[in-house]
């Protein structure tokens, strides 16, 4: 098959972007993705917070200004988003693990719940955590 006919187009070996339409399942299985990512990262700056804590007082205090620090507090906030989000998704797959929730409009509703489950979870959080005083 490495010679196509003169008349015949040359189409993609494999299903791509530019082949499929875009939807909202598509975008969430790229969103989980990148979420399993984002806490590969929360661990290192857990990791980061325990080394601190264990170099002592200076480190410590060091290391809770740089996560108290606006840049530090919008990592935290897409940490928290990431953490909500593939604890939804990942209850979403195991739905799917049992052979249930195939169906086109069904599995599209899962994950605009998944994304919105995580959206309100994370601003509850964040919300409790800023009046009690914790931000």
């Not at 010679?3 to 494999?14: K, M, N």
């Not at 399942?25 to 264990?54: E, F, K």
Request: glycine share 10%; aromatic share 10%.
């Amino acid at each position: 098959m490495t010679e196509a006919s003169p008349g015949v187009r040359e189409r993609p070996l494999s299903p791509h972007l530019q082949v499929w339409r875009w939807h909202v399942t598509m975008a969430g299985s790229i969103l989980h993705r990148g979420s399993l990512i984002a806490l590969y990262v929360g661990i290192l700056i857990l990791v980061g917070w325990l080394l601190s804590l264990a170099a002592g007082p200076d480190a410590w205090a060091t290391y809770m200004g740089l996560l108290g620090s606006a840049l530090g507090k919008l990592v935290l906030l897409g940490l928290t988003f990431a953490l909500f989000f593939n604890l939804s998704s990942m209850v979403r797959h195991m739905i799917w693990d049992v052979g249930k929730g195939f169906r086109p409009k069904f599995a599209d509703t899962m994950t605009i719940a998944s994304l919105v489950f995580a959206v309100v979870a994370t601003a509850a959080v964040w919300l409790i955590a800023a009046s009690t005083g914790a931000l």
